[in-house]
C-alpha cells in the first residue's frame, strides 16, 4: 500500500507559477516511478510528467514541456511538478500518481491504467 498527499494547488493569474507537492508513505520510496496527471472538467484524467526512480529521467506532455518540471527527493519521500508560465487551459485537478510495478517511469506517459496509486488531488485554476 501506498499513500499519496499532495499540496500546493491554488489560484494564480495567467503568466504565474505554482509548486505542487506530494509525500508519499507506506513503502520503500526510491524504488517505483511518479508521476502527475490533471483533469479538467468534463474531461479524461491526462498524463502530465512522470519521473524514474532516482530522479534522473523525466518525461513530460507536449502541452506543457518547457514550463513545467517534475522532481523528487527520496530522503523526504516526496515529488514536486513546478508549474511555469500557467496558462487558463492548465486549469484542472491535479493528481500524484505511483506506478510501484516500473521503477523506470516509461510506462506513465501511456495514460493512467499505469497507475497503482493516487493521490487525493489539488486544484489549480489559472485566471486569465
Known amino acids: 500500500q501506498v499513500q499519496l498527499v499532495e499540496s500546493g494547488g491554488g489560484l494564480v493569474q495567467a503568466g504565474g507559477s505554482l509548486r505542487l507537492s506530494c509525500t508519499a508513505s507506506g513503502r520503500t520510496f526510491s524504488t517505483y516511478a511518479m508521476g502527475w496527471f490533471r483533469q479538467a472538467p468534463g474531461k479524461e484524467r491526462d498524463f502530465v510528467a512522470a519521473?524514474?526512480?532516482?530522479?534522473?529521467?523525466?518525461y513530460y506532455a507536449d502541452s506543457v514541456k518547457g514550463r513545467f518540471t517534475i522532481s523528487r527527493d527520496n530522503a523526504a519521500n516526496a515529488v514536486f511538478l513546478r508549474m511555469n508560465n500557467l496558462k487558463p487551459e492548465d486549469t484542472a485537478v491535479y493528481y500524484c500518481a505511483a506506478d510501484i510495478d516500473d521503477y523506470s517511469g516509461i510506462y506513465l506517459p501511456g495514460g493512467s491504467s499505469y497507475v497503482d496509486y493516487w493521490g487525493q488531488g489539488t486544484q489549480v485554476t489559472v485566471s486569465s
Open positions: 519521473i524514474n526512480w532516482s530522479g534522473d529521467s523525466t
